[in-house]
């Protein structure tokens, strides 16, 4: 009898990694994209930034802007987005998005 070949499956962050290094996503697109939920892949984004660093590359991320007064968050350095606009404290934000260069 011959032994099962396994074809290797790539892992969630692997897979995050090649997607985000093809172009610019949004968290919702790659939640839809890998069927995980939008806080894994926010989980998955935190380590990804730090392993990224060894091999010389970095996440990039276009930052968040609220919608209502256009203030753009960009020292924020959590990859999730806020929860309200300090300026006009609406909570009408755009979410960030995310590549790596």
Known sequence: MEPIKETPLQTIRRQLIELLSAGTCGVRELSQELHQSEKEIYDHLEHIERS????????????????????????????QPPG????????????PRYAIR
């Open 52 to 79: 990224l660093k060894a091999s010389g590359k970095r996440l990039v991320i276009e930052p968040s802007a609220c919608l209502s007064c256009g203030f753009v968050f960009e020292h924020r350095t959590r990859p």
């Open 84 to 95: 309200h606009c300090p300026q006009c404290k609406k909570t009408r934000i755009r979410r």
